[in-house]
């Protein structure tokens, strides 16, 4: 699995980004797909998830009414919306293929990561 998220940047406070995590190789259709984020020092931790069809998603409480997970199967393509951003949401952030059809809020949840994408958010 070759998991490419891209759609990080450079921003100001109150802006907006998209994020993209694509499976080039189509294999995780059938998986849920997570985000996550990390400051250097920190642990990885959860910012939002959904399941296979796309009808179950999770928030971390940080980002609820500010982010947005889909998911286009079609594309094999999972994305995250974000808007308001804030300097605390400045980090790096991963896209992962769930090990089940569901999607979890663990880290020991996921089987793929992606690279990361860098979001910087200046006040």
């Known amino acids: 699995v070759q998991l490419q998220a891209s759609g990080g940047g450079l921003v100001q406070a109150g802006d907006s980004l998209r994020l993209s995590c694509a499976d080039p190789?189509?294999?995780?259709?059938?998986?849920?797909v997570g985000w996550f984020r990390q400051i250097i020092g920190k642990e990885r931790e959860f910012v939002a998830s959904?399941?296979?069809?796309?009808?179950?998603?999770r928030y971390a409480e940080s980002v609820i009414d500010r982010f947005t997970i889909s998911r286009d199967n079609g594309k094999n393509t999972v994305y995250l919306q974000m808007r308001n951003l804030k300097p605390e949401d400045t980090a790096v952030y991963y896209c992962?293929?769930?090990?089940?059809?569901?999607?979890?809020?663990?880290?020991?949840?996921?089987?793929?990561w992606g690279q990361g994408t860098q979001v910087t958010v200046s006040s």
């Open positions: 959904i399941d296979w069809r796309g009808g179950s998603s």
């Open positions: 992962a293929v769930a090990r089940s059809s569901s999607s979890s809020t663990s880290v020991d949840g996921y089987r793929y």
């Open positions: 190789r189509r294999t995780f259709s059938n998986n849920g």
